[in-house]
C-alpha cells in the first residue's frame, strides 16, 4: 500500500503571505495526485488534479507542483477564505489521502 | 452543473445492514468511475470502493477494512452509484462521500452513517 506523508500538520500563516504544503508518497505515484480544500461542516472541494492541473473555477493563487514522490501545494498570496484543512490524495495505486493540514489566519 | 447527491444513512446497530445512494447529474455518469470515500475524526478521509465503466465490466475495488462486507455498484440508467454495507462496526461510523473519477473531481455533501447500540 502506499503511504502518504503530508506536511506541516497544522500552521498558522499571515494574509498575503506565500504558503507551501507537502506530500511525500512512500513510491513514485506518476503525478497521479490531487489536492482538496475542506472547511468545515463542508465536503472536500478538489483544487488540482494530475499534481499541478487547476480545477476550472479555482483561483490561480493555487497551485501545484512535484513529481515521483514529492509533491506540494502552493498558495501564492494567502487570502482569509483559504483557512481550513488540505488533503492530498495519491490515485496511482488505489487510493489513498494525507492526514492533512489544518491552515488557520495568524 | 456537476452535481452528486447521497442518501441513505442514519444509525444503525453493530452487525446491521445498510444501503447507500449517490444520484449524479450534469455530466454523462457512464463514462466516468465513481467511489465512495468515508470521512471520520478518527481515521480522517478514507477511500472505500471504486466501481469501474461497462467497458470494465463493471471491475471493482475495496479498502481491505470494507472488503467482503461492502459491495458497490451503479446503474448507468438512473446516473446512479450505491454502497451496500453489511455485518456493519462500530468503526464504519462516518460521513460517506461519493465522488467521481480517480482524481475525485466532485464530491457530494455526504450522508452520515452512525453504528451504535
Known amino acids: 500500500d502506499i503511504k502518504m506523508t503530508q506536511s506541516p500538520s497544522s500552521m498558522y500563516a499571515s494574509l498575503g503571505e506565500r504558503v507551501t504544503i507537502t506530500c511525500k508518497a512512500s513510491q513514485d505515484i506518476n503525478s497521479y495526485l490531487s489536492w482538496f480544500q475542506q472547511k468545515p461542516g463542508k465536503s472536500p472541494k478538489t483544487l488540482i488534479y494530475?499534481?499541478?492541473r487547476l480545477v476550472d473555477g479555482v483561483p490561480s493563487r493555487f497551485s501545484g507542483s512535484g513529481s515521483g514522490q514529492d509533491y506540494s501545494l502552493t498558495i501564492s498570496s494567502l487570502e482569509y477564505e483559504d483557512m481550513g484543512i488540505y488533503y492530498c490524495?495519491?490515485?496511482?495505486?488505489?487510493?489513498?489521502f494525507g492526514g492533512g493540514t489544518k491552515l488557520e489566519i495568524k | 452543473e456537476v452535481k452528486l447527491e447521497e442518501s441513505g444513512g442514519g444509525l444503525v446497530q453493530p452487525g446491521g445492514s445498510m444501503k447507500l445512494s449517490c444520484v449524479a447529474s450534469?455530466?454523462?455518469?457512464?463514462?466516468?468511475?465513481m467511489n465512495w470515500v468515508r470521512q471520520s475524526p478518527e481515521k480522517g478521509l478514507e477511500w472505500v470502493a471504486e466501481?469501474?465503466?461497462?467497458?470494465?465490466?463493471?471491475?471493482?475495488h475495496y479498502a481491505e477494512s470494507v472488503k467482503g462486507r461492502f459491495t458497490i455498484s451503479r446503474d448507468d440508467s438512473k446516473s446512479s452509484v450505491y454502497l451496500q454495507m453489511n455485518n456493519l462496526r462500530a468503526e464504519d461510523t462516518g460521513i460517506y462521500y461519493c465522488?467521481?473519477?480517480?482524481?475525485?473531481?466532485?464530491w457530494g455533501q455526504g450522508t452520515s452513517v452512525t453504528v451504535s447500540s
Open positions: 465522488t467521481r473519477y480517480d482524481a475525485m473531481d466532485y
Open positions: 490524495l495519491q490515485y496511482d495505486e488505489l487510493y489513498t
Open positions: 494530475r499534481a499541478n
Open positions: 450534469g455530466f454523462t455518469f457512464s463514462n466516468y468511475w
Open positions: 466501481i469501474r465503466l461497462k467497458s470494465n465490466n463493471y471491475a471493482t
